[in-house]
């Protein structure tokens, strides 16, 4: 009983020491890109993405510099995998999705 209340605390400091860490801006990118990317591409660190050819956004500061993607993000992303949808970002949106995508290398 007591190795299983101190283990659900654990979990739970594990837990609350990983939102306090995000930032506001990575919270609202993560946010962003569950609502809009996840369908296709794995958003966080360790899963592969849902379609085969979507690079997983921790892999992309490989093929791109993470600033490099902010003028693609506000003039529309027209290219990348076929089925992909083309986004157009206000400022915000791409500082915050920019700031989670940092967060993942």
Do not use: W
């Not at 283990?7 to 506001?24: K, R, V, W």
């Not at 946010?31 to 921790?58: E, G, W």
């Not at 949808?85 to 940092?102: G, N």
């Amino acid at each position: 009983m007591i190795g299983r209340i101190f283990g659900s605390l654990a979990f739970s400091l594990i837990m609350l020491t990983q939102a306090l860490a995000d930032s506001p801006a990575e919270q609202r990118g993560k946010t962003f890109a569950l609502t809009n990317c996840a369908r296709c591409h794995s958003i966080d660190k360790v899963t592969q993405s849902p379609l085969k050819i979507a690079p997983p956004f921790r892999t992309l500061h490989l093929r791109y510099p993470i600033e490099t993607l902010a003028e693609a993000l506000a003039e529309g992303i027209t290219t990348g995998h076929p089925t992909m949808p083309e986004f157009q970002l206000d400022p915000d949106q791409i500082h915050d999705l920019l700031s989670y995508m940092r967060s993942l290398e």
